[in-house]
């Protein structure tokens, strides 16, 4: 059954470094998202990305963030100058044309030191 | 915008028995609700779902109830199985595409 990956699973990174995380979305899918969860809260929505560009995004989702499909499979999260505030669990999603279920990816923990 | 309350926080049954977690939502434009499961180390798996123009969905063991009047909706485990023991977490879309998640459920099944 198809699947959406992410790397790398554990990023530790000083604080003010930039880091880029990683995410292969389902093949045949036309929408990408990204959502974080801090530990011990909620899941939160921070993008949504279709046709090359940013369809919607939150007020987490600052200057700082960026996100890019650099080629057809990759979809990549960039955040340029990371704070301790980022340390979170960073979930990559996907759907298809009918943008109902969104399927997740195994997350990639980020912690800020 | 959209918040999403989910009840309990922690769900504790004995295998065989059911289970059910709630959760309310705020938004009535909010048309499309799923259900995820989350096991340790992995990302939440989506059980099922629900849009707004249906009250009620099974699938196997698990059933998803939905009362758009009250705003709020329902995940029924029936016959529980140790394999259940997970985070269960609720969502609500708001707008286009984003999910508003619960705070989750952590249910475990007692053998």
């Known amino acids: 059954e198809p699947e959406v990956t992410q790397t790398p699973s554990h990023q530790v990174t000083q604080m003010g470094q930039e880091v880029i995380l990683r995410c292969v979305p389902i093949?045949?899918?036309?929408?990408f998202y990204w959502y974080r969860q801090i530990l011990g809260q909620k899941v939160e929505f921070l993008v949504s990305?279709?046709?090359?560009?940013?369809?919607?995004k939150s007020e987490i989702f600052d200057d700082q963030f960026s996100v890019e499909r650099p080629d057809g499979s990759n979809f990549t999260l960039k955040i340029r100058s990371t704070k301790l505030e980022d340390s979170a669990m960073y979930f990559c999603?996907?759907?298809?044309?009918?943008?109902?279920?969104?399927?997740f990816g195994p997350g990639t923990r980020l912690t800020v030191t | 915008g959209e918040n999403v309350e989910q009840h309990p926080s922690t769900l504790s049954v004995q295998e065989g028995d059911s289970a059910v977690i709630k959760c309310t939502y705020s938004?009535?434009?909010?048309?499309?609700f799923p259900w995820y499961k989350q096991e340790l180390g992995k990302g939440p798996q989506l059980i099922i779902d629900?849009?707004?123009?249906?009250g009620e969905k099974k699938d196997q063991r698990i059933a998803v109830t939905l009362n758009k009047t009250a705003k709020h909706f329902s995940l029924h485990i029936t016959e529980t199985q140790p394999e259940d023991s997970a985070v269960y977490f609720c969502?609500?879309?708001?707008?286009?595409?984003?999910?508003?998640f619960g705070q989750g459920t952590r249910l475990t099944i007692n053998p």
């Open positions: 938004d009535s434009a909010s048309n499309y």
């Open positions: 969502a609500a879309r708001q707008g286009a595409q984003k999910l508003v």
């Open positions: 629900i849009r707004s123009n249906v």
């Open positions: 999603a996907s759907s298809d044309n009918s943008i109902y279920e969104q399927y």
């Open positions: 093949s045949n899918h036309l929408y």
């Open positions: 990305f279709y046709n090359n560009e940013i369809s919607e």
